[in-house]
């Protein structure tokens, strides 16, 4: 089968030929529909060779649904020719965070040596891939898979971080989203069906504001020098009850700090490295700052219930699998809009 494969530390991912996989003890083999592009592997590509914290090479993907084509002996609970989505962040399935779903903090996975697809397993940017499990699966039901397939990791990763700031998202507040790319415009969709909050977003062209006023952002900011002072002065100097910060560089963790309310909630979703000092005097009183990862299995099937009332409605771009270089190109230069999304048997 064909498969887009990071082969060399610093070099960019390139289509090959490797064998088809075939499904172990428990294992579901699925025929990959569609799988998405993300910023988290141009980071992990970005890594030197003393930081990658698994051998090379690894075929890319961490968002994938497919049809079930085999399973392994002792696999049930999906039959051949179900359609479905992979819930990302494996873990053990046994340890005290496993045990309630939370599978994004397992207790064991660095122990027992346990990857996602994709950022340590094999991923979804192939024709087929192997799930470890039953369990990491969601059916798809009616929903198109090629919207779908974002929402693994594009929609789930916001959703769980929007979940805890819910009981300050009340009529009156302000939620700000800084990056309005692929996770980002999810976001503020999810804010606005979720939520009572006026949504404030930030990026840093005219071209990325306008796609987050298409997607119900009822303010947009550029993200620059002034864009605290801006939010603060949209929000009277009361500032913003829950910053999501989905680029996380610096400059954008510093200004999420500058522009929480008292009692706020900052949220560092992003990769880009950026940290936000916490201590008396530094952020407003009782500012929360917190950087969470992926989400639950239950939080999946949650994001998919919403998307299938159509509150929640991935921009995607489309390419095959031979593209599928191309598109992690045109991600890094910031010119894709929304989420890519790759067919590799389109």
């Not at 009981?167 to 804010?191: D, E, R, Y």
């Not at 801006?230 to 700090?257: H, K, Y």
């Not at 706020?264 to 009782?286: K, M, Q, S």
Request: with cysteine.
């Amino acid at each position: 089968m064909k498969a887009l494969q990071y082969h060399t530390v610093g070099a960019p991912p390139e289509v090959v030929t490797v064998p088809d996989p075939e499904p172990g003890p428990g294992q579901v083999l699925l025929r990959v529909t569609a799988a998405g592009v993300c910023h988290s592997d141009i980071a992990v590509m970005s890594w030197s060779a003393d930081q990658l914290p698994f051998p090379l090479p690894l075929t890319l993907g961490h968002e994938g649904v497919g049809t079930v084509a085999a399973l392994g002996p002792g696999a049930e609970g999906v039959a051949v020719g179900d359609s479905v989505a992979v819930y990302g962040p494996w873990g053990c399935g046994t340890c005290f965070m496993c045990a309630q779903g939370k599978e994004n903090y397992c207790l064991r996975a660095a122990e027992l040596g346990i990857r996602p697809p994709g950022l340590g397993a094999p991923g979804a940017i192939a024709e087929y891939m192997i799930v470890d499990s039953p369990r990491h699966l969601v059916p798809l039901g009616d929903l198109d898979p090629v919207r779908a397939v974002p929402l693994t990791d594009a929609g789930l990763t916001p959703y769980h971080a929007i979940k805890r700031s819910l009981p300050k998202l009340v009529p009156g507040s302000t939620a700000v989203v800084i990056g309005t790319g692929g996770l980002g415009h999810v976001a503020i969709q999810l804010l606005r069906a979720m939520t009572a909050a006026r949504v404030v977003a930030l990026d840093v062209t005219e071209e990325k504001l306008a796609l987050a006023r298409t997607v119900g952002a009822h303010d947009t900011v550029l993200s620059d020098a002034a864009a605290a002072p801006t939010v603060r002065a949209l929000t009277g100097g009361r500032g913003a009850e829950a910053v999501l910060d989905f680029v996380g560089a610096q400059p954008t963790v510093m200004a999420a700090g500058a522009m929480a309310a008292v009692e706020g909630d900052v949220t560092i979703v992003g990769l880009g490295g950026g940290t936000l000092p916490v201590g008396f005097g530094a952020l407003p009183y009782e500012v929360s700052v917190t950087s969470p990862y992926w989400g639950t299995r239950a939080e999946l099937i949650e994001v998919f219930d919403l998307a299938r009332t159509g509150a929640v409605d991935v921009h995607v771009e489309t390419y095959g699998l031979e593209e599928a270089p191309e598109a992690y190109e045109r991600l890094h230069e910031g010119r894709i809009d929304g989420r890519a999304v790759i067919l590799p048997n389109g």
